[in-house]
């Protein structure tokens, strides 16, 4: 007969592994950038950075370049 696993350490062994899995992602991530926000070409990543400056320096009242 099977082993029977309680739904709640079940749950939790689950989240720990999401955890575990989402750590290992985010240590991937090149810092700088939002997770999640990395390009994987030069091009889209120079678009992307210039339209984060933009949106800071609307965000902080600042004329665009």
Do not use: C, T
Request: hydrophobic share 30%.
């Amino acid at each position: 007969m099977p082993k029977v696993i309680d739904y709640d350490d079940f749950q939790r062994d689950v989240q720990r592994r999401k955890r575990d899995r989402w750590a290992k992602i985010l240590a991937a991530e090149p810092p700088g950038r939002a997770p999640g926000r990395r390009p994987r070409d030069p091009e889209q990543e120079r678009m992307l950075l210039q339209l984060d400056r933009l949106r800071l320096e609307r965000r902080d009242g600042r004329r665009p370049r």
